[in-house]
């Protein structure tokens, strides 16, 4: 079956700090690739999205990721994070299905972000 | 904005009771989605659907049905609730069907079922 790997699940950093967090999927077709935020208390919401174009993709409160094909891999990354950054963070791949008119949407297992104050 | 409710935030039912939670968006979205979220585990997708009265299977169906008879809306039902449904559900909705690869998803608050 397809999956979607990161690798941290806890991650502990002080403010100011540079993140990266992995993500890596298995599927070897053409991908759409997500990175959703969920803060405590509140809704899921997008944080970044890349379909085609340039690999480096700029997204929300100065968040970035880069999309490797050749490593099947698409990290989140901010230089400097801060205390309003705890959340949890999920990567997401999707891409059409063999049916026509359906497609897979596949979740990473999250990772939960504290940011020290 | 889109905007995604769910009917309850909290639920606390009994073994083998039936169990409606309501989603309605108000963007007029095709497609729909129900999942369940479990620490560790992720979002897990248990129906989606495209269309009024389709649905198609998610990974992990077992123990749930859903229901589709207007487009704003979409029903998850257990039918008869057991321990192990004790989750967090979380729907939502993209906008199109032909272009629903590429399309963000919006989610509603989540309704946490403790089922005893």
């Known amino acids: 079956a397809q999956s979607v790997s990161q690798h941290n699940h806890h991650v502990i950093l002080s403010e100011a700090a540079s993140l990266e967090l992995g993500c890596n999927y298995s599927?070897?077709?053409?991908?759409?690739l997500f990175w959703y935020v969920q803060y405590p208390g509140q809704h899921l919401q997008l944080l970044l999205k890349?379909?085609?174009?340039?690999?480096l993709v700029k997204g929300i409160k100065g968040f970035e990721a880069e999309f490797i094909k050749s490593k099947f891999s698409f990290n989140l990354r901010k230089p400097s994070v801060q205390w309003s950054d705890t959340a949890e963070y999920f990567c997401a791949v999707n891409w059409r299905g063999s049916t026509s008119g359906t497609y897979k949407y596949i979740f990473g297992t999250g990772t939960r972000l504290k940011v020290l104050a | 904005d889109v905007k995604v409710t769910q009917s309850s935030r909290y639920l606390v039912k009994r073994t083998g009771e039936k169990v409606f939670l309501e989603c309605v968006q108000d963007?007029?979205?095709?497609?729909m989605f129900w999942y369940r979220q479990d620490p560790g585990l992720g979002l897990r997708l248990i129906y989606f659907s495209y269309d009024v009265k389709m649905k198609e299977k998610g990974d992990i169906p077992e123990g749930y049905s859903v229901s589709r008879e207007k487009k704003e809306r979409f029903s998850l039902i257990l039918e008869s609730a057991s321990t192990n449904q004790t989750s967090m559900y979380l729907c939502?909705?993209?906008?199109?069907?032909?272009?629903?690869?590429?399309?963000?998803?919006?989610f509603g608050p989540g309704t946490r079922l403790l089922v005893l």
């Open positions: 890349y379909f085609s174009g340039d690999p």
């Open positions: 939502a909705s993209t906008l199109g069907r032909m272009t629903g690869y590429q399309e963000t998803q919006y």
């Open positions: 599927y070897g077709g053409t991908v759409n």
């Open positions: 963007m007029d979205h095709e497609n």
